[in-house]
């Protein structure tokens, strides 16, 4: 990259430009996913309609951070720390917009069974929510401070969100069998308490893309005992 005063001042605007971006990206992301779930706790179609409607945006930011990363590599050729940022920073926007579509199907869901009288267990989704919310908001903030030990701490924190979401899917399940004539719509919970726990997973994506960012460690596909596996750019 050529080092005149001009082009690095342009770099770093570029640079701050794109983690600007995903930051807003994720901001919105996690309030589609809190309004999904208000939609559906408070029986609110206009809230659901209002994520599904958003969902437009999101998919313009990730075009929109696709095009700056891409912009950057291939105007300034990044090295090290640089390239690790606008690499790990077009993964993240990738799984931002899966967790936004998340919050859709959600929004989705919540319609319908907004559509029925009222089912007491809906309730039992706010804890799992709760805790997706909170990888979420670390997953972020990892990204955000620079804080790989906290990305790697989510992988641990995830494990408590996969119990959960089995243990009120079997719930769940035995309503289906109990319940007679309201079968469709513990399906409908089933399956939003799934998609929240593909959050959970999506944050924890988030984290090891922090991981790499901070140490150049990349956790993918590792076991416990391999996850000091080191690779450099």
């Known amino acids: 990259m050529n080092n005149s005063p001009h082009i690095l001042r342009d770099f770093d605007h570029a640079i701050t430009t794109l983690k600007g971006e995903v930051l807003r990206m994720a901001a919105k992301a996690r309030h589609n996913l809190e309004r999904a779930i208000q939609a559906l706790l408070e029986r609110n179609p206009e809230i659901a309609n209002a994520v599904i409607a958003d969902d437009d945006e999101i998919d313009e930011l990730e075009r929109s951070i696709d095009k700056l990363g891409m912009d950057i590599l291939v105007r300034y050729h990044p090295l090290a720390n640089d390239l690790r940022l606008v690499v790990s920073s077009m993964k993240i926007s990738m799984n931002l917009e899966r967790i936004s579509d998340h919050a859709v199907s959600i929004a989705k869901r919540a319609k319908k069974t907004i559509a029925t009288a009222e089912l007491g267990d809906v309730t039992l989704v706010e804890p799992i929510y709760s805790l997706a919310d909170h990888l979420l908001r670390d997953a972020i903030s990892s990204y955000s ?3 790989g030990t906290l990305g790697a701490s989510l992988h641990v924190r995830d494990k408590e969100l996969d119990k959960m979401h089995k243990d009120v899917t079997s719930q769940f399940s035995a309503r289906i069998e109990d319940t007679a004539g309201r079968s469709q719509e513990y399906l409908h919970l089933i399956l939003i308490i799934r998609s929240l726990e593909r959050v959970g997973d999506l944050s924890c994506n988030i984290g ?16 416990s005992s391999e996850r000091e596996v080191t690779r450099e750019i």
């Open 208 to 223: 090891e893309d922090a991981v790499f960012l901070e140490h150049a460690r990349d956790l993918r596909h590792k076991g």
């Open 145 to 147: 401070d620079g804080n």
